[in-house]
């Protein structure tokens, strides 16, 4: 600790730290432009000065950069000196020399930096009367919008993109008062992390295009907190609607988990709860197949009950991108022997194996957090950026910190970027990744190896053999694989905080089994290390723990006709298990209730159709990948634009509808009862009550806004429908109102922020008002509650080694790989996530493509016994041999069985002039249907 002194005042600080990041975890307001609280100082921008004391007798004092001057003990300074307030008036007028002050079509508008540093400053005249320099934009692709002209040079942009997230396609160009932050060429930026910079940047240089389609500035938009949907990392968000629409997704401070980055899919795939084909009413469909009709709530609860108390079994297929509350409704509605999670087979054994890992290795989960500080990672069997892009950004910095330990050991502080930089130049901490192909991490791998699902588990049990004598032995251990894992282990085990990360994006057993021995090992030898396995779903970790049966066990109780009626909560099935497979099972049943907020290929076959809510629309619960209960709220009543919707909670219409079936009167029912109800009924989810406060809570006797308080607009949002204002929509299942009337300020403590405002900052450098100190932790706590944590003493070793891997003639083992964009069940709806997406191809080594001839592009056929796909191949010279790669979101009758065949397709060989082959594939063969990703 230290004592400083700022304008007469005493303050204990954090010696460590620089005097702005001092001074603004103290809540003083210092105005700066190139610092940010995660990539620390460059000293770019001059905008923090202030006067500097050599003690407390000195009276003329000197001007320094508050963000390259440490926070030493015994320093006096000031901010409120005349000569300081000044200076950064004149810093101000130079960097918006050539700025086009276009504030009133600026689409920062409201929550821009610069404006809330010029207003700190007091500087409101612009001298400047001659011509400024011009730019041209660029096109940087769906999500970010580029204005070049509004540049003050901060350089917050390139270090962001280039030193913190490993980009390379955007960078400065030009000298001096010149400088254009752009790519080489218009192009799409690559760096899945990109449309953070609508965020780094203070200005308007890149803002959000999916926002700029429908826009409307913050302050008009109702935020609610939320939990991000299109994975299991848990990152928190607030969505901003308008008129009902989903507008744009800010990043919500955590923390231990995202801080202030999302990954672009999290960012902009909200897109598909926005679609005009959403099922909006309650649909009816007859066995006569004579159409759908609309029915109103009533009717269609009645019907539904009616058909569900007549039939002799109802089967209940839940989700994992649905809420807890609404797969425990559905588990009431059908009984605990007749529900499934709507998962299949081999994801929930990987589930249930990583559950049961993460509480007998002996190892903690880390947070994301957490992962940052790890000085040697072991990934096995994961492309983090693909399947938990959030976590591939961790482990970069967790490389990355080995330059803050050569720092320190000279005594540079951590916050020194560029000098910290310089020193470290490329040495980095210790990563290892086992994977088939090449990874968006290999840039700062110590070592990786492209290898079979079997070769990585094998590396993997090698390795823990190495730390641990007693772990197995692997037999015939080829030279170079065992000398890889002497080396992997040796470096884990010198290592401080050792990091063992894997998970079931290859839907490997084997590979799971081998990270946990590895992290076994580690235990055993007492070291401070963590294990973090990786799902795919927002849910996948909440719902293994409520359990079920897999999704075949549920459409083969259907297909047998041991149940007649089935009930499927916002789950797509046919991108689970082949088509053909689904339709049977759903075409054999007397009665198919689907619930869900897309009209799905699932939903095509209910005969009741219910609309259910949005994450947007909603509220529940959640449980991330590292075990942390998180609660989502509500941003907004469908309803209130839209009063003929009859969209409601999936929780909400599953209560309704057991009512009816048993003749109770429906009665109302709240979150907190269902969530209570969630909470007893399953003891490992009994934590999931303290995930949030409850619908009780209120702050100085008010509930909590949604909206700014410069909100406008309520009486005209509904004049099309209604010129009379109804009452704003009324909330029971939560502390937040639907409107600006309630609390919104800093100064009291809270964990559910829905956006970040205060006095004077208006940008998302508002969260430095709710923390802590500045980057640390919410002041009343981050969000959540972890509810899972390894049990002492069973660190038996798992023994079931696989034998190596070995190409089989004329067949190739399938292997699915995620991909960031277009291979999840719902942002792959978003219209910029589809742009964004890379075309469809299976990857195939050089090796084997020279065998087949073909080219890299070329067009190849896949069968199996389930059908055919003829899909583009894309060469990758690490890829082992034998192996095909499918990504996913692709027909699943591809990865029935886990083998497949391949040929040139037809038509690649008829452009050759060559004779086509006989086609391969079974009865129910999907030949030439690429477009299903």
């Excluded at 913190?164 to 396609?169: C, L, M, Q």
Aim: proline share 6%.
């Amino acid at each position: 600790m230290a004592t400083i002194h700022v304008d007469g005042q005493r303050y204990d600080v954090d010696g460590a730290d620089n005097l702005l990041d001092a001074c603004l975890s103290l809540g003083l307001d210092v105005p700066y432009f190139c610092w940010h609280p995660a990539m620390g100082s460059v000293g770019a921008c001059r905008q923090c000065a202030v006067k500097q004391y050599k003690d407390a007798d000195d009276t003329q004092g000197k001007l320094v950069m508050s963000c390259m001057t440490p926070a030493s003990d015994g320093t006096w300074i000031s901010i409120d000196d005349d000569e300081a307030r000044e200076f950064r008036a004149s810093v101000i007028e130079w960097l918006m020399t050539n700025h086009p002050h276009d504030c009133p079509v600026c689409e920062e508008g409201g929550h821009c930096h610069l404006q809330d540093m010029t207003v700190m400053t007091g500087h409101d005249r612009r001298r400047y009367r001659f011509r400024k320099r011009t730019h041209r934009n660029q096109y940087l692709g769906p999500f970010i919008a580029h204005e070049m002209n509004r540049c003050i040079t901060c350089y917050r942009c390139v270090r962001f993109y280039r030193d913190y997230a490993g980009g390379t396609d955007l960078g400065a160009f030009g000298a001096n008062s010149n400088v254009y932050f752009g790519r080489h060429q218009d192009g799409v930026l690559e760096s899945p992390f990109s449309g953070n910079l609508t965020e780094v940047c203070p200005t308007g240089v890149f803002t959000d295009q999916t926002h700029s389609e429908r826009y409307t500035r913050k302050w008009d938009l109702q935020f609610s907190p939320s939990v991000c949907h299109q994975c299991a990392v848990g990152c928190n968000i607030s969505p901003g609607e308008r008129y009902g629409d989903i507008r744009r997704i800010e990043n919500r401070y955590h923390g231990e988990v995202n801080r202030y980055f999302l990954c672009d899919r999290g960012r902009f795939g909200y897109g598909y709860v926005n679609r005009d084909d959403r099922p909006r009413l309650p649909e009816w469909r007859s066995e006569r197949d004579e159409g759908r009709v609309t029915l109103e709530v009533d009717a269609a609860l009645d019907r539904g009950a009616d058909r569900l108390r007549s039939a002799r079994r109802v089967i209940g297929i839940g989700s994992p991108r649905a809420s807890l509350e609404s797969n425990h409704q559905l588990r009431e509605l059908v009984g605990e022997g007749n529900f499934s999670t709507g998962i299949v087979a081999a994801e929930q054994r990987c589930l249930s194996l990583m559950h049961e890992l993460g509480r007998s290795c002996g190892l903690p989960t880390p947070t994301i957090r957490d992962v940052e500080d790890h000085d040697a990672v072991l990934v096995l069997g994961e492309d983090l950026i693909q399947s938990a892009a959030r976590i591939g950004l961790a482990v970069r910095q967790a490389a990355y910190a080995r330059r803050e330990s050569l720092a320190a050991e000279r005594s540079i502080p951590a916050w020194n970027d560029a000098a910290v930089r310089t020193l470290g130049q490329d040495d980095y901490h210790p990563v290892f990744i086992a994977y088939p192909t090449t990874t968006e991490l290999d840039d700062v791998c110590a070592a990786n190896w492209a290898l079979a699902p079997d070769d990585i588990a094998r590396l993997g049990f090698a390795v823990a053999h190495e730390i641990d004598a007693d772990a197995p032995a692997v037999a015939d251990l080829d030279e170079a694989t065992r000398a890889a894992a002497r080396d992997i282990a040796a470096r884990l085990t010198a290592a401080k905080r050792p990091l063992v990360i894997s998970g079931g994006s290859l839907g490997s057993e084997a590979i799971l089994q081998a990270a946990g021995n590895v992290a076994r090992a580690l235990a055993r030898r007492a070291c401070h290390g963590s294990l973090l396995l990786v799902r795919r779903e927002a849910n996948s970790t909440g719902l293994a723990m409520m359990g079920g049966e897999p999704l075949e066990w549920a459409l083969d109780e259907l297909d047998s006709e041991r149940a007649d009626a089935v009930v499927i909560l916002e789950n797509d099935l046919h991108r689970r298990l082949p088509g053909p497979r689904v339709d049977r099972a759903l075409d054999a049943a007397a009665t198919v209730v689907v619930l869900d907020h897309q009209r799905t290929a699932t939903w095509e076959h209910a005969h009741l159709g219910l609309p259910a809510a949005a994450f947007t629309e909603a509220d529940g619960t959640l449980v991330s990948l590292e075990g942390r209960a998180q609660r989502f709220f509500q941003v907004f009543d469908p309803a209130y634009i839209r009063p003929e919707t009859r969209i409601r909670e999936s929780w909400r219409w599953l209560h309704a509808l057991r009512a009816d079936v048993l003749r109770h009167d429906v009665g109302d029912i709240a979150l907190d009862a269902v969530t209570h109800d969630c909470a007893r009924r399953y003891p490992e989810l009994a934590g999931i009550i303290g995930a949030a406060p409850g619908a009780d809570y209120r702050v100085r006797g008010l509930k909590l806004a949604r909206e700014p308080h410069r909100y406008s607009g309520r009486t005209a949002m509904r004049a099309h429908i209604d010129v009379s204002e109804p009452r704003a929509p009324q909330d029971p299942d939560s502390p937040f109102t639907f409107s600006m009337e309630g609390y919104n300020g800093y100064d009291r403590p809270r964990e559910e922020v829905a956006f970040a405002w205060a006095p004077g900052w208006n940008s998302p450098q508002a969260w430095n008002k709710f923390t802590d100190e500045v980057g640390g932790h919410l002041r009343a706590g981050d969000p959540g509650v972890r509810l899972l944590a390894p049990r002492p003493g069973d660190y038996r070793y798992a023994t079931a080694i696989p034998e190596g891997f070995r190409p089989r003639d004329g067949e190739w083992q399938v292997v699915v790989l995620p991909r960031l964009f277009g291979g999840d069940e719902t942002s792959s709806r978003a219209a910029p996530i589809i742009e964004r997406a890379a075309p469809t191809a299976l990857t195939l080594s050089a090796d084997d493509a020279g065998r087949l001839g073909c080219a890299d592009g070329a067009l190849v056929e896949m069968s199996s016994d389930a059908g055919s796909l003829t899909v583009p191949v894309r060469l990758d010279p690490a890829f082992p041999a034998g192996m095909i790669g499918v990504p996913a979101g692709l027909d699943p009758s591809l990865v029935a069985g886990g083998r497949a065949r391949l040929a040139v397709a037809a038509a690649a060989r008829s452009a050759a002039g060559e004779a086509p082959p006989p086609r391969a594939g079974g009865a129910d063969s999907h030949a030439d249907r690429g477009d299903r990703s």
